[in-house]
């Protein structure tokens, strides 16, 4: 099941989100837990490290993240091709949670045991009042998308505020 806390800034999104990744864990569901909020609070909420360099939208990673969910799909030219709208199709890379899945062996920390956490990343000082933080979520969309869930397998995002006036 994939879950997504969305609202206004303040509202409390990484509060509940951590609550119920909490919850989660006390249930021994398996979980992937990612902090697409531009405070990340998540990782201090639920025990997890926050690693700057496996940011989701840091550097080169978007490049890297999306070469490997191409995997060998032929539709797609490479990865700058790779919109936040490109679904996966035969030969795409679909994430599963487990050790060996290579965009969480990159990209993801292990945090309480079996799970794995991810984070977009924050704010560029440089693109402080010229850019939109919103345009960096489009990675998160990609693995969103190309994530595959089994029994008793969760995805929890804690979205940034004003990210649900965009889904629709």
């Not at 496996?54 to 191409?70: E, T």
């Not at 984070?119 to 009042?129: F, L, P, Q, S, V």
């Not at 919103?134 to 869930?149: D, R």
Request: aromatic share 8%; charged share 20%.
């Amino acid at each position: 099941m994939k879950v997504a806390f969305v609202g206004k800034g303040g509202s409390g999104k990484s509060t509940v989100s951590a609550q119920f990744i909490t919850y989660l864990i006390g249930h021994r569901q398996q979980m992937l837990a990612i902090d697409a909020d531009i405070n990340q609070h998540l990782a201090g909420m639920i025990g997890a490290e926050l690693h700057p360099e496996k940011a989701l939208y840091f550097g080169n990673n978007p490049i890297g993240i999306r070469s490997i969910l191409c995997g060998t799909n032929k539709r797609i030219e490479n990865a700058k091709r790779f919109v936040k709208t490109t679904p996966p199709g035969e030969g795409s890379h679909l994430v599963h949670l487990e050790d060996a899945d290579p965009l969480l062996s990159k990209f993801a920390v292990k945090f309480a045991g079996n799970h794995y956490f991810m984070h977009a990343g924050t704010y560029d000082k440089e693109g402080i009042g010229i850019s939109c933080y919103h345009s960096n979520l489009a990675v998160v969309e990609n693995i969103l998308s190309h994530t595959v869930l089994e029994k008793n397998e969760w995805l929890v995002a804690d979205m940034v505020a004003g990210t649900d006036a965009r889904i629709g």
